[in-house]
């Protein structure tokens, strides 16, 4: 994040509060998403820390393939699982609200908790900013009836090229116990790269493109290939699947092609095969599950919308000054704290995760070469190799919540409030 100018800058800027001056300044991007100067009527009020709830919005197809005895049918549900979740992640926003906005930008330690409460039980949502520069997100989402977990972390590095292009730097590693057998499988996941369409005309939408890879323990990889509308054919947001044993990419096991905003279907065999005979399933999106966050006043201080409160009020009710004051506040004591830390020899301490050592992770040292991503995670990208640390989760668990007191000093502090 550049503190130096994005209350500005997020505020519109000097005279640069219209669309079309928007896109001028694009033209000129350093690619640091951070820094991009976007009108006032394009910010959003959710931060980035909340993106990883949309890993999850569908917890029973998350904990489902934990019941499933087949390896083949296990790394085929996770696919399934995956693709559902890409309508959640890259449209839900641009569907509800015309427009894809930009989010706010997470300050060090910021924290986003919460659990959905369904048929499938109980699904914890953790979710903290691991890193400020570069701004790195990284999340645990356990199903904990069947014990199927999620963990990740990713940064984003974009461009200017026609439009924001945006890669993903960083992964995704599924956990998925596996009836009868004593190890669980895992399932190492790549990140779609996207860029934005309908700049242009004022309503920003994400197309995802190129392919991502979900490749598993048991020895199966998924391909998933991106297309959009092109100029002559095509529907936008499809997708063709495949899954194959790992290496042998033609023997395709199961297809699956589709919209991932809309539906899609699964065939076994390879997609020339494809008829009704082989039709294993065809997804139409479910109502979602809702997730429970906690009211605000029960929210650790450095919880999202506790600690955004002001600022999203103001955009709620487009004071633009406030907005400024009010992120500047949080961004300038986040600078002061950092400069604290450094004079004192200290670094900030994340609540539930921890940095791992390159290539100490037995899932990247593994899995990673098939899919493309080194053993080290891209550390150098995203400020560490990001894992769930169960000992600080515990830690944290056991803490009891902050007095009101405790409370407005980290608020004053590290918030500026
Ligand atoms: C590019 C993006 C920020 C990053 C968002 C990510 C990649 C974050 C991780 C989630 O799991 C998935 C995800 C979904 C959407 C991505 C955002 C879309 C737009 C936003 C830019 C910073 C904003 C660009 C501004 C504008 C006005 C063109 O939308």
């Given at each position: 994040m550049d503190f130096t100018s994005s209350a500005q800058q997020q505020s519109g800027g000097a005279g640069g509060a219209g669309w079309g001056a928007f896109l001028k300044s694009i033209a000129s991007f350093n690619g640091d998403l951070s820094t991009l100067t976007a009108?006032?009527?394009?910010?959003?009020?959710?931060?980035?820390?909340?993106?990883?709830?949309y890993w999850c919005e569908h917890p029973s197809v998350f904990a489902a393939?934990?019941?499933?005895?087949d390896a083949t049918r296990r790394a085929l549900l996770v696919l399934k699982w995956f693709l559902t979740t890409l309508k959640q992640q890259y449209a839900s926003r641009s569907e509800q609200y015309g427009n894809e906005k930009k989010p706010l930008n997470p300050f060090l330690g910021e924290l986003f908790l919460g659990k959905w409460e369904d048929d499938a039980g109980t699904t914890e949502l953790i979710s903290e900013q691991?890193?400020?520069?570069p701004p790195a997100t990284a999340y645990n989402i356990t199903n904990l009836p069947n014990g199927v977990r999620l963990e990740g972390y990713n940064a984003q590095k974009a461009s200017f090229s026609k439009t924001i292009n945006v890669k993903q730097i960083g992964h995704a590693v599924l956990t998925v116990p596996a009836p009868s057998a004593a190890e669980p499988d895992r399932f190492l996941i790549t990140l779609p790269a996207l860029h934005i369409e309908g700049l242009i005309f004022g309503s920003p939408f994400i197309e995802l493109e190129g392919s991502t890879y979900i490749t598993s323990s048991t020895g199966f990889t998924a391909k998933i290939d991106y297309s959009g509308k092109g100029w002559l054919s095509g529907k936008k947001n499809s997708f063709t699947a495949t899954l194959y044993p790992?290496?042998?990419?033609?023997?395709?096991l199961f297809n699956v092609s589709g919209q991932w905003t809309k539906s899609f279907d699964i065939h076994s065999g390879?997609?020339?095969?494809?008829?009704r005979d082989n039709l294993v399933e065809s997804w139409d999106p479910l109502p979602l599950s809702e997730l429970i966050v906690a009211p605000l006043e029960k929210q650790?201080?450095?919880?999202s919308r506790r600690a955004w409160a002001k600022v999203a009020a103001a955009i709620a009710r487009g004071d633009l000054d406030a907005v400024s004051i009010e992120k500047g506040k949080i961004e300038n004591a986040q600078r002061e704290m950092r400069a604290k830390e450094k004079t004192g020899g200290r670094t900030w301490s994340r609540r539930y995760f921890t940095a791992r050592n390159e290539g100490a992770d037995q899932v990247l040292t593994s899995l990673g070469l098939a899919v493309g991503l080194p053993a080290d995670g891209d550390a150098d990208k995203t400020g560490g190799l990001w894992r769930f640390d169960f000992a600080k989760a515990d830690a944290a668990r056991g803490e009891s919540p902050p007095s009101e007191d405790e409370a407005r000093k980290v608020a004053r502090e590290l918030l500026g409030q």
């Open positions: 009108p006032p009527f394009i910010l959003s009020s959710t931060s980035l820390t909340e993106f990883s709830s393939p934990a019941r499933e005895p691991v890193s400020h520069h790992t290496g042998k990419e033609k023997d395709v390879p997609a020339k095969y494809n008829s650790h201080p450095l919880e």
